[in-house]
């Protein structure tokens, strides 16, 4: 597998089963760039350790007085020296391959369980999960897998050369064999312990980065009530905290830098007092000396991979663990599907609450309480979460949404949510969203009344002429609230369901132009069965039915007008006037009327004066009431 | 042909927005001199260690030298003193490690020094940011500032400084080394000069770029995934997922495509590097042995050369290795050190209010040269009064609050409260007067008292429970477990958007300006929400100047005076009684809203 290859056309079917039957998953995926790095590895680690022969083999020379040796030795050293940088360079390449490859698997298969998932991710904890796996812990997993291949070809390197000193002077190889296990080994106990202090940093320094995103996200609120010293307080406390932990950690670093500084030293002790007495018997050459001091520095080299198979494995034990629950994820309901995909039509029944939206009329939905609204919008499209028990399913025609397949239920049902979220690119790639190719982006465009968020856009790109091509920053947060979503009301008039559901699309929308969209909407969608949530009554008096749902249930159908005249609790939502106290047919106002002042404030200051005289205003204001009117 | 081409594609490209400046490279290098002056003693003691460490390690190449010249001159009958020659070697050994340990300590300290302070000097920078740039540049640009560049530069200060100051000291030394023990071999090393020199160029001309791209690849995939978890549902309703999963696809290619290009930068400097290496010990070897031959210097002499070369790699790749770290970490500085570019004086401190009377006068204003969205705004709003703002999208509503809230100050004309003109003034001094309240009703991580307290540092608890009773929140507070100390926010408890907006409106009544301007305030809430907070805020307006931007009629319904903004002006103006009896455009929604 090259890069230039990914990513994969399909990223196969993981063992999600846990932490380290993933990790297998993982590197069985790539048998061959793992061997492939053991063998580069080899190359590489092999031909420094011979380094330190032709080193000892030209002091050799020298001592012997040839000059002829002593060229042959530089011959040699040169043949090492490519071998080091082609083992070097082709085991790099590949490790890195390997790391990439395994990288791009694990944010394929995320990218895939994310739009499996859909709208079950948001219901669950693992939302934030699934965003730690991708920015963190896919990271450390391709290290651990990458690492692997070199961690071998490091272990051989070091048995290969302690054979071949042992073989070649026995008498020093020995001493070797048996130091370098011990250096290898010796600062593995410390390494829990670093690992653990390196974690402990990294949390308070998400803490702290969290802090001040936090502050930062903020900082209109801070900037326009005060309280800078008091957050900037804060973060200096976290940000010496993370000083301190880093400080921490680095004492553990610095204890093992030392170690691999110390034990190395002393093996090279032990070889230099051995060797001397062995030279000074005449039992090895002068030569095999240095040759024998060389090989042990060099072996630092692949020693560095024993630890770092450690720490690879320990940081990335948790990464997998939280990447192979995250994979292991499922919906609720089979998103393939009981029933053979046909396409119901008609009208839109829900057992549950008894609403009914009739084929092609537009409905509207009146709630008393928004997070009920909310859960029923979602059941009128089927494969709704199952937080208790089994419910039966919403019916279009007479099927239930359930018993399709996911994708036909949406496509049948679209539910826009209370916060539908605009995704990042273009305008036009805003819109680029499956339809039924009916209605064009400019008519749906239009019937949201989004002219002037077009202008705000052409203003904002960069040729200021094509507002298609303008880019939606921060996900469409430079624009306003409603612009934000009657953008959202446009692309869902684009797709043009069979049935368009609508949770309170028009709450952040100003009433001149919200009374504009009622009338698009009614246009756009005549024929097309559509019901709206919504508590407003410029919305509520263009619809063909006006359904009235408390505690769960239907509990009054009719026209807006006459549901105003004949149910106080309706009256009560709709009017946004005080909950009726003493129950229904109390009604103190003839209908139609403007609503009730909401408080005794306001009753005792907007007592409908003319323009800009001085009003009297409670409380220390009135001593300036006698100012002369604008 | 060999090699790979640069991607054409580049994520790192302009699309990412700078809305706030980057640093110039005149301001970026004075603050890297203030950083190193601070931490002067620091960078000394450091090179200090380091050079005490680098001549321990050299101890060991020198004495084995002096063992193989006695060997080799004086054979088995050697006067070796191997008692004390092991002494001083394990005494080095010892010392050597222990430096090594101060080295790596002293370094870690000096980095996350450095990186306290330019994280705290940022923040300290950026809350003295004028409200008027924040709005217009949004936070995206500070957060991603404060996140990924202090990110990046944690590396730099962590590793690269320290890593490379070590390196640098280190190399020198060795060649030092080499020059004292074999003076003849020294210039030697110069053989492998060109090759290095020659190769590096090469490298450093191209990676830097390279690998902020690579890196801006990198975060583009893990964005559009976190995108798609946040969107869910948005995503699963609109049937978006294959296309989720296709632009997941491309992501992963165009990263890719720059770890290609990357690995090949890196497949050019590597053999450079090993061969540099190579053909240094090759030479030392080589000539040093051809010396020796001519009994111009001993074989000890050439074993110590030879081991010190040997000795080289590391520092070199040291250096090679962090120099790019530095190099990418400098744009992230950069990033940081320029908003120390954005003027943060708001004004004149002696503008002082008379009276809490709010006057503009033929205000025009515009966000860009030539584009005006508020044109000849003349308005009084005695003290007391409620002004709504009515009228279309994109009128210019929230400008004129903005402009009426002293967050902008006018092209032309002006917004004086109690004759002192607004824009003249510190933030600081502005918002003991006038207070904004948008549809952000940001909570912060922490307690619930921090939160309320950030409007009135010295507020006791009494003061801040009689704000939240105010605001009808005591209840919920009280229930809350913790009280004042429940923990808010993120981590903490979760507010409903109803709750934030409360503990929004404690902060107004802690920090009692006299005058609010609302813009939107209950709009994104559910209507249902939105009614029951009314209540709350209609305490909250009590005996204040309000100016509220009205969604909804009934909110103009209750004020003292209605204005209707379009296109930029004030079309109709007058109590609701009036309007409705003008029969314009106002009139005509009213309509439509009752029926």
């Known amino acids: 597998m090259n890069i230039q290859d990914l990513p994969f056309a399909d990223p196969g079917t993981p063992d999600a089963r846990s932490g380290p039957r993933f990790l297998l998953w993982l590197g069985r995926q790539q048998l061959g760039g793992q ?99 991708s920015t963190g812990d896919v990271e450390k997993i391709g290290w651990f897998v990458e690492a692997l291949s070199r961690f071998s070809a490091a272990a051989l390197t070091v048995l290969t050369v302690c054979v071949a000193l042992v073989v070649w002077v026995p008498s020093l190889g020995w001493i070797v064999a048996l130091g370098i296990p011990v250096v290898a080994l010796a600062v593995l106990p410390l390494l829990p312990r670093a690992t653990r202090r390196a974690d402990v940093q990294r949390e308070k320094a998400g803490y702290a980065t969290e802090l001040a995103s936090d502050t930062v996200a903020g900082l209109r609120v801070l900037r326009g009530i005060g309280g800078e010293e008091l957050f900037l307080d804060r973060y200096r406390g976290a940000s010496q905290e993370v000083r301190g932990a880093a400080v921490r950690s680095a004492r553990m670093w610095s204890l093992i830098a030392a170690a691999q500084v110390l034990l190395p030293g002393l093996l090279l002790i032990a070889v230099v007092w051995q060797g001397v007495h062995l030279a000074r018997q005449g039992r090895i050459s002068v030569g095999e000396l240095v040759g024998v001091y060389s090989a042990v520095t060099l072996l630092n080299f692949p020693l560095r991979h024993f630890e770092e198979i450690a720490m690879a494995y320990s940081f990335s034990r948790p990464s997998a663990k939280r990447a192979a629950r995250v994979l292991a994820l499922t919906r609720d309901t089979d998103p393939g599907g009981l029933r053979p995909d046909a396409l119901p039509r008609g009208d839109l029944y829900d057992p549950v609450s008894g609403l009914l939206a009739r084929q092609g009329r537009l409905t509207a939905v009146v709630c008393g309480d928004p997070d009920a609204a909310g859960r029923l919008a979602d059941r009128l499209g089927g494969h709704a979460a199952r937080d208790a028990g089994s419910t039966p399913s919403v019916l279009l025609g007479s099927v239930p949404l359930d018993d399709l397949s996911l994708e036909t239920a949406r496509t049948l049902v679209l539910v826009q949510d209370k916060d539908p979220v605009l995704l990042s690119g273009t305008l036009r790639e805003v819109l680029a969203v499956p339809a039924s190719g009916t209605v064009g ?55 043009d369901p069979e049935v368009l559901v609508l949770d309170e699309p028009t709450s952040a929308v100003d009433s001149h132009t919200e009374a504009r969209i009622a009338e698009g909407l009614r246009a756009l969608r005549s024929g097309r069965t559509t019901v709206v949530f919504t508590s407003s009554p410029l919305l509520l008096d263009r619809a063909d039915e006006v359904v009235l749902v408390h505690a769960g249930k239907v509990t009054a159908t009719g026209s807006h007008r006459a549901l105003l005249h004949q149910d106080s609790r309706y009256r009560a939502v709709v009017t946004r006037g005080p909950e009726d106290p003493t129950g229904p047919g109390d009604d103190t106002r003839a209908p139609g009327t403007p609503p009730t002042p909401r408080t005794s404030t306001s009753t005792s200051t907007s007592t409908s004066t003319s323009t800009s005289t001085t009003v009297t205003a409670p409380g220390e204001a009135a001593r300036e009431e006698l100012e002369e009117p604008a | 042909m060999i090699g790979v081409a640069r991607p054409e594609y580049d994520p790192d490209g302009p699309l990412t927005a700078h809305t706030l400046p980057v640093g110039e490279p005149a301001t970026v290098r004075r603050y890297v001199r203030g950083l190193v002056h601070r931490h002067r003693r620091a960078f000394l003691l450091l090179i200090g260690t380091n050079a005490l460490a680098v001549l321990a390690s050299m101890v060991g190449p020198y004495l084995l030298g002096s063992v193989v010249q006695a060997l080799s001159e004086e054979g088995a009958s050697a006067q070796l003193h191997l008692g004390r020659t092991t002494a001083v070697f394990a005494l080095a050994v010892a010392l050597q490690a222990y430096f090594v340990r101060e080295v790596r300590l002293r370094g870690a300290m000096l980095g996350e020094r450095m990186l306290a302070d330019l994280r705290e000097d940022f923040l300290v920078r950026s809350v003295a940011l004028p409200p008027g740039v924040l709005e217009r540049a949004g936070t995206g640009d500070l957060l991603s500032r404060i996140t990924t560049d202090v990110d990046r530069l944690a590396n730099a200060m962590r590793e690269a400084v320290p890593q490379l100051t070590i390196g640098i000291v280190w190399a020198g030394l060795l060649i030092a080394g080499l020059g004292i023990t074999a003076p003849p071999l020294a210039p030697v090393l110069l053989i492998a000069v060109p090759l290095l020199v020659a190769g590096c160029r090469w490298y450093f001309r191209r990676a830097p770029s390279a690998y902020r791209s690579e890196a801006a690849g990198y975060a583009a995939v893990a964005s559009v995934l976190a995108e798609t978890v946040q969107a869910g549902r948005t995503v699963e309703s609109h049937r978006l997922g294959p296309e989720r999963i296709a632009l997941s696809d491309r992501r992963i290619r165009e990263w890719t495509a720059w770890e290609r290009y990357t690995m090949w930068l890196r497949t050019v400097l590597f053999p450079v590097i090993n061969l540099t290496h190579t053909t240094v010990l090759a030479s030392v070897l080589l000539v040093g042995g051809a010396f020796v031959l001519q009994g111009w210097i001993g074989v000890g002499q050439l074993t110590a050369a030879a081991l010190i070369a040997q000795m080289l790699v590391e520092p070199v790749g040291l250096i090679l290795r962090w120099y790019d770290e530095l190099q990418v970490a400098q744009v992230s500085l950069a990033r ?55 009228g279309p999208s994109g009128a210019g509503k929230s400008t004129l609050g903005r402009l009426l809230a002293g967050i902008y100050g006018p092209r032309r004309g002006s917004v004086a409260l109690g004759g002192a003109e607004l824009s003249q003034m510190p933030a600081e001094k502005v918002r003991t007067h006038v207070a904004l309240v948008n549809q952000e009703h940001h909570v912060f991580t922490g307690t619930l008292r921090d939160n309320l307290r950030l409007a009135q540092a010295d507020a006791g608890d009494e003061a801040l429970w009689e704000a939240l009773e105010a605001v009808d929140a005591a209840h919920w507070a009280r229930a809350a477990g913790d009280g004042l100390d429940t923990e808010v926010g993120t981590d903490g408890l979760p507010l409903t958007p109803a709750q934030a907006q409360q503990v929004a409106l404690a902060r107004l009544v802690l920090a009692d300006p006299h005058t609010l301007v609302l813009d939107e305030a209950t709009s994104l809430l559910d209507p249902r929400a939105a009614r029951h907070l009314e209540r709350s805020l209609a305490r909250v307006l009590e005996g204040r100047t309000v100016v509220a931007i009205a969604h909804r009629l009934h909110t103009a319904h209750d004020a003292d005076v209605i204005a209707v903004v379009e296109h930029g002006r004030i079309t109709e103006y007058g109590s609701h009684a009036q309007l409705v009896a003008a029969e314009g455009a106002y009139a005509a929604l009213w309509r439509s809203w009752h029926g």
């Open chain 2, 336 to 390: 940081l050190v320029g908003v120390h570019d954005i003027e943060t004086s708001g004004g004149s401190s002696t503008e002082e209010p008379r009276g809490r009377r709010m006057d503009a006068a033929d205000v025009h204003f515009g966000y860009r040269p030539g584009v005006d969205v508020l044109r000849e705004i003349t308005l009084r709003l005695e003290p007391g009064t409620r002004l709504a703002l009515v």
């Open chain 1, 441 to 495: 982006t400019a008519e749906a465009l239009a019937a949201a009344e989004c002219a002037d968020v077009l202008d705000a856009l052409a203003q904002q790109s960069a040729d200021g002429a094509e507002p298609m091509a303008a880019h939606l920053t921060e996900r469409g947060r430079s624009l306003s609230g409603g612009q934000r979503q009657r953008l959202a009301l446009a692309r869902s008039l684009f797709t």
């Open chain 1, 35 to 133: 061997f492939a790095a053991l063998g580069w590895g080899l190359l590489h680690f092999l031909s420094i350790a011979a380094l330190s022969y032709g080193t000892g083999y030209a002091v050799e020379a020298v001592l012997d007085g040839s000059g002829a040796r002593l060229a042959l030795a530089g011959c040699l050293l040169f043949l090492f020296g490519g071998a080091i940088a082609l083992g070097d360079t082709m085991l790099h390449r590949r490790a890195v391959t390997n790391w990439i490859t395994t990288a791009a698997r694990v944010q394929q298969l995320l990218a895939r369980k994310t739009a499996l998932l859909g709208s079950a991710l948001t219901r669950r904890v693992a939302a934030g999960e699934v965003v730690a796996v």
